[in-house]
């Protein structure tokens, strides 16, 4: 599969940085049709690519930091799933969506201590 850029809409703006340390300005790369913006708490994010749309919301409380949405996959071949690595190299995968016709709608809900995630809404 050709590597893809990835569009990301967000209702926060880019002022964190990543957990890797790497600018702002590297939001949406250009891996294997694969976006991965990083988010503070209260963000909202609505990243999609060729053919698959997330949403996530992240929220804080206690010290501790939730992502939680769907991903869907919107049809040809191939599936979608969404990857989050937490504070402390804590990765989470959802299920994967899949179908030639569209995929199933995939919930995810993921709680790790710390204030910031990097997911990733990939394609394969």
């Avoid at 939680?68 to 994967?96: L, N, P």
Wanted: proline share 4%; net charge negative; aromatic share 8%.
């Amino acid at each position: 599969m050709a590597a893809a850029l990835a569009t990301v809409s967000m209702t926060e703006s880019a002022s964190a940085s990543p957990l890797d340390g790497s600018p702002a300005a590297n939001i949406a790369g250009t891996a294997t049709n694969s976006v991965g913006p990083f988010a503070s708490c209260g963000a909202t994010l609505n990243p999609s690519t060729g053919s698959a749309h997330a949403h996530w919301d992240v929220t804080c409380r206690n010290g501790e930091v939730t992502v939680s949405g769907y991903v869907q996959h919107d049809g040809g071949s191939g599936c979608a799933y969404v990857k989050a690595v937490f504070e402390g190299q804590i990765t989470e995968k959802s299920r994967q969506s899949c179908g030639f016709w569209g995929g199933s709608k995939v919930s995810f809900k993921w709680t790790h201590p710390g204030s910031i995630a990097d997911a990733y809404l990939t394609e394969t």
